[in-house]
């Protein structure tokens, strides 16, 4: 008999023939590509487990050998500039990562709640931090306090009298804003340097900015019949930045009149009461942020840890501000969650310089190690007025979010004012005898801050990715296997075959007990592995019949890479490992 071209759409027929129908080589290829066995199943089954493979085409653009390069993704280096945050709050809805609080009762301004996938997410994320500045240091230990504190800590620290942002009202819609937050701009006429009037808008990237403001000039323009006229650049300055007279003329975003009230100080601070008594003596607040509990417990850390000078102490925790405006998603939200260590130094100008740059250097490998993009990161260093009165230098680190460039992290050299405001505030002594020395001192701190949810958003920002595959487009999470909610999908190759389902089952059974894994069952390969790659699982393992009957190997799927590698069974933890925790 001749040998027979077989295409996918013949195959299964071909496959009901005779088993001495002949098939060129190429078609041998197809067929031991999808890992079907010669002789241990029926020609009915064979058949109908390749029209349901055959019938996506995910699966045969990823397995097909014939032409590698054209199936490799082909990456869209333009995804990340044509994203936006509605896409982002999509995203994190859809696929279970973050949600509006009380979502049914029409939400809550500046609370998010973390979903299924958000939860692992987070605490992945929580994890990998404290293994990094905790576990692995032997200089820092940690410390978990108090939401709310007593109440003269935060008199102490200079919160109750200066923990405050410049809020402004608009006097006809009743809004209010930041008013370090509202930009304003004179709108001046080229011909005649006349300024006309003004512009004012809200924080954005400056190519949103710059939209804004020429829309309301034009608008402006045209209200007083000077249509077309060309003006100057705008000068952009926050309102905190206005004169008074300028107050009364720069129009507020939510009425386009001027109605804007004087900047005036309004404290941040959650206010709540403790036991049975509603009066004065019950007054307390929720902490807004969590290195005050670190600096009150100084002396308790240091004399249980037999820690010396340099040290530090690390902690985890829950922060609420009543932030005027809340925006931009987690990024600014009423209660978050910080991750903070205070290192303790030696007082001395020569001292703490080289202590705040090995705490910049380290910031920065973990969160590049965690998966951030180094091209959306920078530096920004505070100088003069950036400075609060009590540092001797702090430098952010940002990232380029869709909204705009903004600080991710800060680093700052705070000198011993906390130590002294609460040795102060409490009357107890807060220093620090040093054997080598001999000295008695109130150590200085290092203080490296980071938001959780500061960082969660920026990892799914990094990890937002776009390629195209066999001429199909793909839209994935491209998280680093340390972070990612999922860390595997185990697949059975056909869900009605017993033996592959038991096989896989085992395989997750074990897998799960050290990872979070997924199962999945449901479907043509291909759309399971789509399924998996849109929420950033870094590794599908599929169970097929040369598992259960051959080599005792299973097909290991990279997300990125689309790349598929047999491993033995037994050894899927150990290449596993490898891969996500670095060892």
């Not at 994890?127 to 935060?154: A, C, K, M, Q, Y």
């Not at 609420?320 to 987690?330: H, L």
Request: proline share 5%.
């Amino acid at each position: 008999m001749s040998p027979l071209f077989v295409s996918k759409h013949t195959l299964p027929l071909l496959l009901l023939l005779s088993p001495t129908t002949m098939f060129t080589s190429k078609s041998l290829s197809l067929v031991q590509s999808f890992s079907l066995p010669k002789t241990t199943i029926t020609h009915r089954h064979r058949a109908a487990a390749l029209q349901r493979l055959f019938a996506s085409t995910e699966v045969k653009s990823e397995t097909s050998t014939d032409d590698k390069k054209s199936t490799a993704p082909v990456p869209n280096p333009e995804a990340y500039d044509k994203l936006s945050m509605d896409d982002i709050v999509s995203l994190c809805k859809r696929r279970g990562i973050i949600f509006q609080s009380s979502e049914i009762y029409n939400g809550m301004a500046g609370f998010w709640d973390y979903g299924p996938l958000g939860s692992e997410l987070k605490k992945n994320v929580k994890d990998l931090w404290w293994r990094e500045f905790v576990t692995r240091r032997e200089d820092v230990v940690g410390l978990d306090t108090s939401i709310v504190h007593n109440p003269t800590t935060w008199q102490s620290s200079g919160h109750l009298d200066g923990f405050s942002d410049p809020m402004v009202d608009c006097k006809k819609t009743k809004l209010r804003y930041r008013a370090d937050q509202l930009f304003f701009s004179p709108v001046t006429l080229t011909s005649t340097s006349e300024t006309v009037g003004y512009v004012c808008v809200q924080e954005a990237s400056d190519a949103d900015m710059l939209k804004a403001a020429k829309k309301q000039s034009k608008a402006l323009l045209k209200s007083l019949d000077k249509k077309g006229e060309p003006v100057d650049a705008f000068l952009f300055k926050d309102l905190t930045e206005a004169t008074p007279d300028e107050i009364s003329l720069i129009p507020s975003p939510g009425s386009g009149e001027p109605t804007l009230t004087p900047p005036r100080d309004f404290n941040l601070m959650f206010q709540t009461n403790v036991g049975a008594m509603q009066d004065a003596s019950s007054v307390a607040y929720l902490r807004p942020e969590t290195a005050q509990g670190i600096f009150i417990n100084f002396k308790n850390a240091l004399g249980t840890s037999r820690q010396k000078v340099p040290f530090g102490v690390a902690q985890i925790g829950k922060a609420f501000r009543n932030e005027i405006t809340p925006r931009n998603f987690i990024f600014r939200s009423r209660e978050f969650e910080q991750m903070e260590v205070e290192y303790f130094i030696p007082p001395g100008d020569d001292v703490w310089e080289g202590f705040h740059q090995e705490w910049m250097d380290v910031s920065k490998q973990f969160l590049l190690d965690v998966g951030l993009r180094e091209d959306l990161m920078g530096w920004d260093v505070h100088e003069g007025d950036g400075l609060a009165h009590y540092a001797r230098a702090c430098t952010d680190v940002t990232f380029r979010f869709p909204f705009g460039t903004q600080e991710l992290m800060g680093i700052a050299a705070r000198g011993n004012y906390d130590l002294t405001a609460h040795s102060e505030g409490s009357g107890k002594t807060l220093d620090y005898y040093d054997d080598s020395t001999k000295e008695k001192y109130i150590p200085h701190c290092i203080e490296p801050s980071l938001g959780v949810d500061r960082l969660i958003l920026a990892l799914i920002c990094s990890a937002y990715a776009e390629d195209t595959i066999g001429g199909e487009k793909r839209q994935y999470l491209a998280f680093h296997p340390s972070v990612a909610p999922v860390k595997a999908a185990v697949l059975p190759l056909l869900k009605n075959k017993p033996v592959l389902v038991e096989a896989a089952r085992g395989l997750y059974d074990k897998l799960r007990r050290r990872w979070n894994v997924a199962w999945d069952a449901s479907g043509a390969i291909g759309r399971r592995y789509r399924r998996a790659d849109e929420v950033g699982t870094p590794f599908c393992i599929t169970v097929d019949f040369e598992t259960v009957e051959s080599d005792g190997c299973v097909t290991v799927r990279d997300r990125d890479s689309t790349e598929q590698v047999r491993v033995k069974m037994d050894e899927v933890i150990p290449f596993l490992s490898e891969k996500i925790d670095g060892y």
